[in-house]
């Protein structure tokens, strides 16, 4: 188990791939972050679909992490991409049966791939959370936000509850990536079908009917970032989200165990 996950890790600490995606994360936290204190007087919003985030908002014990949290969906499909393509790949490049000759037990060399990108998951929500609230300090004194609250023990609790948050919802993100490597096999296939209902599929059916969302799986994931919306409760996000990805990873288990390992 030891040697698949520093095998897994060894791939992960690519620079491209590493300074690639962390790269990627860190635009989306500044750019959600910035947009959210320069344009907290403006009529279209400064937040998610418009909405609109005050200073009675901010000034909160809450207020350091808001824009961490809105970002955390943007994690997750980050983390998403990175765990299908790091997955499906072994079955592109072939490089599964050889690992399979070292160790036979595909379930342990699963376990480890798992292990291995979840600590990469940590790592990235680690340093965007660093980065977020270093922005939302620096931009406060331009937003007229109040940061009292912020750094009490009130406000260390909101930020210990959102990295909690924010770190499932992006673990999860990435397990149902790893799920549609394992079912589709293709990067190309799992990547583009992942980021496709999440971001267009799902809003698609919720402007059809609001209620959709309610039990659409990105949805759920994302509100566990956010802490619960007005529309879906944490509770209710975080049982079915995790329901979705316990019986997803069950039944890719059971197909990564018995099928052949040809693409």
Known sequence: MIRVIFAEWRKLRRPTLFFGTLGAALFFTGLTTTFLYLMIDSEQGNSDRGRR???????????????????????????????????????????????????PGRLRILMGKLIAMKFFALI???????????????????????????????????IGKTFLNVTISVIYY?????????????PISAISIGVLWILIIENLLGAVKPVFLDWMPGSQLTTIAQGGSADISYLHALTLGTSYVIVGAIVAAFLFVRRDVAN
């Open 53 to 103: 985030v005050g200073r009675e908002v901010l000034n909160l014990a809450g207020g350091s992490v808001y824009g961490f949290a809105s970002v955390g969906g943007l994690l997750g499909i980050i983390a998403l991409c990175v765990f299908a393509a790091q997955t499906s790949q072994e079955y592109t490049y072939g490089t599964l049966r050889n690992l399979l000759v070292r160790q």
């Open 124 to 158: 990235l929500v680690v340093i965007t959370a660093i980065v977020s609230v270093s922005l939302s300090v620096a931009l406060s004194d331009r937003a007229k936000v109040t940061t009292d609250l912020w750094f009490t023990s009130d406000g260390f609790h909101e």
């Open 174 to 186: 990435g397990i149902v990536g790893m799920i549609l490597g394992l079912l589709l096999r293709s």
